[in-house]
């Protein structure tokens, strides 16, 4: 008797364990999610080095060697982390039904939309300027980030053409540097909001500042495109 139960007791902790684990495992998409959930906030607070993988798995409770498991490196991490980020902004984008709407009004939208976004998602402005630092090494490596961005071109481009084609639009622009300028004035807002502030002595986050700011952006675009 003695021996039986003294043999039993080991086991216990050995059957949670394997417990714990399926539980984890059973749900792979819901793990990887609340994995990429908490290594948007390290990397885009800390950046790529900073970063550490025994924090976020603290933080999902998981193991190092379970975000291996479905990421391979914290390299790879850090990839799947700017595809989503920029994955996330694409499908929104796609529900704002562009091509409903008269052409000016669709580009007020998408400008505005845009605006929205970054100031919104701030970590997703970090983790931009962390891959710039990185000089889009990373991005580089990515096998979908092309795919994912091809709908943002051509929601642009049918809208422009659109507009052209009615006489609201001046003809001759390239489609790519539309979106480049509506990115480069939305970025800006949050990218640069603490050095500006502090240089010019102005509350560039207050919300009156930000929806000022917001009708600028939109009116410079679309007066830039206008016929």
């Known amino acids: 008797m003695n021996q039986s139960v003294h043999s039993a007791r080991p086991a216990k902790p050995v059957a949670k364990t394997a417990v714990r684990e399926t539980t984890r495992t059973n749900d792979p998409a819901r793990t990887m999610a609340g994995i990429l959930e908490v290594a948007t906030v390290e990397f885009a607070s800390k950046g790529l080095s900073g970063a550490r993988i025994d924090e976020i798995a603290a933080a999902t409770r998981t193991s190092k060697r379970m975000i291996y498991y479905y990421f391979g490196s914290k390299e790879g991490l850090y990839i799947a982390v700017l595809e989503e980020a920029y994955r996330r902004m694409r499908s929104i984008e796609a529900e704002l039904h562009l091509e409903d709407l008269p052409p000016e009004e669709a580009l007020r939208r998408l400008v505005g939309f845009t605006f929205d976004h970054h100031h919104d998602n701030q970590?997703?402005?970090r983790l931009v300027m962390t891959e710039n630092m990185e000089r889009g090494a990373y991005l580089a490596q990515s096998k979908s980030?092309?795919?994912l961005n091809v709908p943002a071109i051509q929601a642009i481009r049918k809208l422009y053409d659109?507009?052209?084609?009615s006489g609201v639009f001046r003809p001759g622009l390239d489609p790519i540097d539309i979106h480049a300028s509506i990115s480069a004035l939305t970025f800006f807002n949050v990218s640069n909001q603490h050095t500006f502030g502090l240089i010019f002595?102005?509350?560039?986050?207050?919300p009156q500042a930000v929806a000022a700011r917001r009708e600028s952006v939109i009116e410079m675009v679309v007066r830039f495109v206008r016929a």
């Open 123 to 125: 970590d997703y402005i």
């Open 145 to 147: 980030i092309q795919q």
């Open 162 to 165: 659109r507009g052209v084609a």
């Open 201 to 206: 002595k102005q509350d560039a986050r207050s």
